[in-house]
């Protein structure tokens, strides 16, 4: 196949998951859309190395997150209520296992530093590994296992009731 039919199949692929994953980290859809757009094209004018990474997927997922936190770095602020992304939220999987109330476990995401948040989302909605989660937001194992902890208590802090899943 050539390689700029690899591409247009592998951003079909991930558009819908990295959108997801950029929307809960910006918690804008307006920042989600921009920084998994710009992660794409930076992708295919470097598309001739990330197809021969040992996992594209993830270098793409990575990608998406730098651009997210970069926003955040360069003044991007939050243009949404926190109600609009609620009553949005259930375009995402859910995130609050073991937790009733769905507006409160998100605006307190939301509160969330954003490396915090990152972890957050790529744990719980994406299901990633502390492996993969490090990869992603290039960091260490042990930097993702403190970033989740730090996450998990500034939620029960919030009055967000977690089952005991410090995994």
Known sequence: MDPEQQFTDLFAALWPRLYRTAYGVAGDRGAA?????????????SWWRIRKADNPEAYVRRMVINEVIGARRSGWRLRER???IVEHADALPSPETGVADRDAVWTAVLA????QRAVIVLRYYEDLSEAEIA??????RGTVKSQ???????????GIETEGDDR
């Open 82 to 84: 926190p109600r609009e």
């Open 148 to 158: 989740a902890s730090a996450a998990l208590r500034n939620l029960r802090s919030a």
């Open 33 to 45: 859309e921009d920084a998994v757009q710009s992660a794409m094209a930076k992708a295919y004018a």
């Open 112 to 115: 969330l530093p954003v490396r």
């Open 135 to 140: 990869d992603a937001l290039g960091c260490s």
